[in-house]
């Protein structure tokens, strides 16, 4: 069933490392081999030996329309003809910065970057120069890309691999960077008050996504807020999963939250490699040329990442019953796979928000790191392949969120409820 994708791996692993570019992808927590896709269309992802998947990872968020969504690429076919980059200034540029800031709350200026490590590395620099502080403060098993100073109790592949210090990244780096569990906000005063006037962020994820998918507790994200008002921090969103997911005006619309600065990722682009920093014009004016705060890149505002983003969030703002429709789809899943796994005999916990879910085999409630990691692991590697081989394409990691498409069906839907009874009886 997978041979080509097998062929495939070996041959990978003699020019990539672990036969990968990005570590997640390796399927090293689940066991196997990492499956080949060939192309997507909609809800449906095509590996190398044919087969079908339903996908509940949407290119771990960004095609919230479904894959090929067709004025997406045609867009990217036209803009394509006029060059695929110039490293000089075009309107379109223009044109995306002001759809973004009349989509967002809070958001006076914005700069492009080509991913969202980018724009959290970016952002954190911009809030250091700003303040004239070093430290800052995130969340364990929040994962804000790969830059150095977020490779600190890091979720994602950090987690997934179970790496607890990364070679390269050196102590002073690291002594800069405080974590505290997510929310916990006795440990963040606690942080606080120990580094008095020396942290120049906060940043959160605000629905994390990098540890499965975790809530906000109930006025954590406010008392956040609250805190860096009072101890002169910024306070730093890492929209890259949950913008323009979650709402047209992302977590800070959904939740009623508002940052100093919000970074977006993957999903701005529509596919496309794009990311971006963005906020107040008092702390956006220190980014270069205008202020001394250095960043850069030639790929930035690259006019097909552009357009495919520009195409895709024009759709989204003109289209905001689409949120809906997801949330009640994935309510609708939550509801179906809540049902069948109350029929078995091992303990788990859903965590959903929007478009965004999570499954954790555990018989507490899955609040940060902690509750995550402690959670039977063996057991989603188990219902990871068993939905694999029925054609389900499920994130490889329990470490990470499932994101849902709007391209999917309720047939679709319903089938993923049944092959996870299915699966769940081949468990045992
Ligand atoms: N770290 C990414 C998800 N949180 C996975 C990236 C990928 O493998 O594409």
Redesign the pocket.
């Known amino acids: 069933m997978y041979e080509k994708s097998k062929q495939l791996f070996e041959r990978a692993q003699k020019s990539i490392p672990g036969g990968?570019?990005?570590?997640?992808?390796a399927f090293k927590s689940v066991g196997g081999t990492p499956v080949f896709m060939t192309n997507a269309k909609g809800a449906y992802l095509y590996d190398a030996d044919g087969n079908k998947y339903i996908d509940y990872i949407a290119?771990?968020g960004p095609m919230i329309l479904g894959h090929a969504y067709e004025p997406v690429v045609k867009a990217i076919q036209e803009k394509a003809l006029g060059s695929t980059s110039f490293g000089a200034p075009t309107a379109l540029e223009i044109e995306m910065a002001e759809l973004i800031i009349s989509m967002v709350p809070n958001v006076d200026m914005i700069r492009m970057v080509s991913s969202g490590t980018e724009a959290c590395m970016s952002a954190l620099r911009l809030a250091r120069g700003y303040t004239g502080k070093n430290k800052f403060i995130k969340f364990e098993g929040h994962?804000h890309g790969h830059a150095d100073s977020f490779l600190v109790k890091a979720?994602?592949?950090v987690a997934t691999f179970n790496i607890q210090t990364v070679p390269g990244v050196t102590a002073g780096v690291a002594n800069d960077t405080l974590t505290a569990p997510y929310n916990n906000i006795d440990a963040v005063k606690k942080l606080v008050a120990e580094n008095k006037n020396e942290i120049a962020a906060v940043i959160v994820e605000p629905v994390a996504?990098?540890m499965g998918c975790i809530l906000p507790a109930p006025g954590f994200l406010e008392a956040l807020r609250t805190i860096c008002d009072e101890e002169n921090i910024v306070f730093i969103l890492d929209e890259v999963?949950t913008g323009f997911r979650l709402a047209a005006g992302g977590a800070q619309q959904k939740l009623n939250i508002r940052a100093d600065l919000v970074t977006y990722g993957k999903v701005i682009g529509g596919g496309m490699p794009v990311g971006a920093f963005g906020g107040k014009v008092a702390i956006m004016q220190h980014i270069a040329p205008l202020g001394n705060v250095y960043q850069a890149g030639t790929l930035s505002g690259n006019p097909i990442a552009m357009i495919a983003g520009f195409t895709m969030l024009t759709e989204l703002k003109s289209n905001p019953s689409i949120y809906t429709e997801l949330e009640e789809k994935t309510i609708y899943l939550k509801n179906g796979l809540d049902e069948v796994l109350k029929a078995w005999a091992q303990p788990y916990v859903i965590n959903q928000f929007g478009s965004m879910i999570s499954i954790h085999f555990s018989n507490h409630a899955v609040t940060d790191f902690a509750t995550a990691a402690s959670a039977n692991n063996d057991l989603f590697k188990k219902y990871f392949h068993a939905m694999l081989k029925r054609g389900v394409y499920l994130?490889p990691s329990a470490f990470?969120?499932w994101f849902l498409n709007n391209a999917l069906t309720y047939t679709d839907l319903d089938e993923t409820i049944r092959k996870t009874k299915e699966s769940l009886q081949e468990i045992g």
Do not use: F, K, L
């Open positions: 990968v570019n990005s570590p997640v992808r290119s771990w994962y979720g994602s592949g996504g990098n999963m994130p990470e969120s």
